[in-house]
């Protein structure tokens, strides 16, 4: 479900980082939120919710930031909420940062 673009070199401008997705909800009302490393929630603000079929959606979300090499190891998570269950999906995966 997230999805590292790749292993990325030191930057100080944002640039994508991963993806998120998932197919089959039964409502458009999804939320997106991502935590990076031990830092705060935020909510996604690139975010693409797409009707597959009837009533029937997809949703993908992007996460953009500048990484250093302080950064390399830490984990993204992306959590998915939406209104037809209780439980949130989630994926985590590890960000890897090489120097310049």
């Known amino acids: 479900m997230v999805t590292l673009y790749k ?6 401008s944002f640039a994508p980082l991963a ?4 197919r089959g909800l039964w409502t458009r009302d999804i939320k997106v939120k ?3 490393g031990d830092g705060a929630v935020e909510a996604s603000s690139r975010l693409n919710v797409t009707e597959i079929a009837e009533r029937k959606f997809s949703v993908m979300a992007e996460y953009s930031r500048a990484v250093s090499v302080a950064d390399n190891g ?3 998570t992306c959590t998915i909420e939406f209104a037809t269950s209780s ?3 989630s994926g985590t995966a590890v960000v890897r940062v090489l120097g310049k």
Do not use: A, G, V
Not at 19 to 22: G, I, K, Q, S
């Open 7 to 12: 292993s990325f070199i030191e930057t100080n």
């Open 19 to 22: 993806n998120c997705t998932t």
């Open 34 to 36: 991502w935590q990076f």
């Open 74 to 76: 830490k984990s993204l």
């Open 87 to 89: 439980t949130p999906l």
